[in-house]
């Protein structure tokens, strides 16, 4: 596709390689420093998260340098292990098995093959309105009543989520703005860092001066003094980063507001389903982090906003 | 090497997390007995062992299923070496018991499903003879009783396309026949091991 390693984008690599190695650096001094038990633990869980950092940055990166078709296949198998992680915790009866089989192996490829041929009016609607309708057809035919609108909106919610919103990271990749062709690749790496950075420093905020909680029901950790000092330095590091975007720097706050608040809301609202599940985490795929969904639930929110705001301003 | 591909494969489709709650992998003689959701059961238990184990536990399975097609005897044969038994009509000479105490010899383990056949619920049914008889005859094999949760999910019954969904498996601790313990007290014991396992 139309992907090319040019200065901004070693800029913005070598940026994140650099903070990383100051992370595991800081993490390495934290591990010497610490000595209470309690401190142990959350430095230990700091630095499983600095290292799983480490293998995130390079898978993602591995993707970008084979250019749009890597990129889509990475976040296709995102979709597929968060669908999965999604649908283990949800119940499901037997009923629904060959529709679980269609969102799995169908719907799914499907929806990324449409983003690789850049076909936006049809990936646009595919999901809310033709596999809306499926569902429903195909549990139906299935024949099993029990709590059928339950389980036919969860599949759909499943599907929404990480599959629909997912898609919309690597659709980054097809918008034509002017003066920016073939250097999208750059936007979709601006994007998934803020979204990224907004959680990390949310939480660190958090750890360091955190105490007034936002929805302690929701999300113990989450307080106000995280939310309010994550989203204003990920907001100036977005605009510190306009240069590598079609944006201002003052356009470039403006999304990058947009970015990390989506982000915030989607941590919030997938704490919700898994406080509601009695789980922490959707899986343990990713050590220190949890599941793949527990990581990307800023970026399932925070996605198709940006697209649809980069799409209307700048296309 | 088509062995650990198959175990592979199995751990993928299965997303199976297996954990360890009463006992540790070990190559000493043990029946691990389980409830039974999904045609897979047996192979994700197989392929939760590591390798050294692996080789040498098999399956023991229903002989009318495993027979009907070239593909089944083939994987049955070749790939779990499982233990064909008669499930429909026992006889003297046709004794699932009998060939089950022969598959065990002295060195390897088995897999067995004491329910009988695959349920449709979450429920576990009570537990068949054969368990027992095999506690009684084998008093020096560690009985050792397996959860798995969420596989009906993945493979129902009557299904053959899989749903790629996570399942879990729990190996609990070992229990052994006790002295003058009946039949029903054993049974009961050993389904109640097996439910025991369920996270809450």
Redesign the interface.
């Known amino acids: 596709m139309n992907l090319k390693l040019d200065k901004q984008t070693c800029w913005l690599v070598g940026g994140v390689l650099a903070l990383l190695l100051v992370s595991s650096l800081i993490g390495w001094l934290l591990s010497l420093r610490a000595t209470t038990d309690e401190g142990k633990v959350t430095v230990r869980n700091l630095n499983a998260r600095i290292r799983a950092w480490w293998m995130m940055v390079a898978v993602f990166g591995l993707a970008m340098a084979t250019g749009g078709i890597g990129s889509i296949v990475l976040f296709a198998l995102t979709s ?1 292990l968060a669908l ?2 999604f ?2 915790l949800t119940p ?1 009866r ?1 009923g629904d ?2 529709s ?2 269609w969102i ?1 192996f169908i719907i799914l490829p499907l929806q990324y093959y449409l983003i690789a041929i850049k076909w936006y009016g049809l990936f646009a609607i595919m999901i809310p309105v033709f596999a809306f309708l499926f569902i429903p057809i195909r549990s139906a035919m299935a024949g099993d009543c029990e709590s059928f609108l339950e389980r036919t909106a969860k599949i759909q919610w499943a599907l929404m989520i990480c599959v629909y919103c997912v898609s919309y990271v690597p659709a980054l990749l097809s918008l034509d703005i002017s003066g920016y062709a073939g250097q999208n690749g750059k936007l979709m790496f601006y994007f998934v860092l803020i979204a990224q950075i907004s959680d990390v420093l949310q939480y660190a905020w958090g750890k360091m001066l955190g105490c007034h909680k936002i929805a302690p029901s929701v999300s113990p950790n989450k307080t106000w003094e995280g939310f309010i000092g994550g989203i204003a330095s990920a907001t100036l590091i977005g605009a510190g980063l306009w240069w590598a975007t079609p944006f201002t720097p003052i356009q470039s706050a403006g999304m990058s507001f947009a970015i990390t608040l989506m982000g915030f809301c989607g941590g919030l609202v997938m704490s919700a389903i898994k406080r509601d599940r ?1 789980v922490k985490d959707y ?2 795929m990713i050590q220190g982090h949890g599941g793949v969904l527990d990581r990307i639930d800023s970026l399932c929110f925070a996605a198709p906003v940006f697209f649809h705001l980069t799409r209307f301003f700048f296309t | 090497m088509m062995k650990a591909l198959f175990a592979a494969m199995a751990k993928f489709i299965s ?1 199976a ?1 297996a954990h360890w709650v009463g006992c540790e992998p070990n190559v000493r003689q043990r029946v691990y007995f389980a409830n039974h959701t999904s045609n897979l059961d047996a192979l994700v238990i197989w392929s939760a062992l590591p390798p050294e184990v692996r080789a040498l536990t098999r399956p023991v399975a229903a002989r009318d299923y495993w027979i009907k097609s070239k593909l089944r005897r083939y994987l049955a044969n070749n790939i779990f070496n499982a233990v064909l038994i008669e499930r429909k009509k026992p006889t003297a000479h046709d004794n699932p018991l009998k060939d089950m105490l022969k598959a065990l010899g002295d060195c390897h383990s088995l897999i067995i499903f004491p329910e009988g056949g695959r349920q ?1 619920g979450t429920e576990i049914a009570p537990f068949k003879g054969g368990l027992f008889h095999l506690a009684k005859d084998r008093p020096d094999v560690e009985f050792v009783p397996v959860l798995l949760e ?1 596989l ?2 993945i493979l ?4 053959f ?1 899989p ?4 399942g879990s498996l729990s190996f609990g601790g070992p229990i052994k026949l006790e002295a003058g313990e009946d039949k029903n007290a054993f049974l009961e014991r050993a389904q109640n091991a097996v439910k025991a396992l369920q996270r ?1």
């Open positions: 597929f999965r992680e649908i283990t499901t037997s098995h060959r679980l089989f799995f009695g899986g343990n | 997303g997390n449709t969420n009906n999910r129902p019954k009557g299904e396309l749903v790629p969904l996570m809450k």
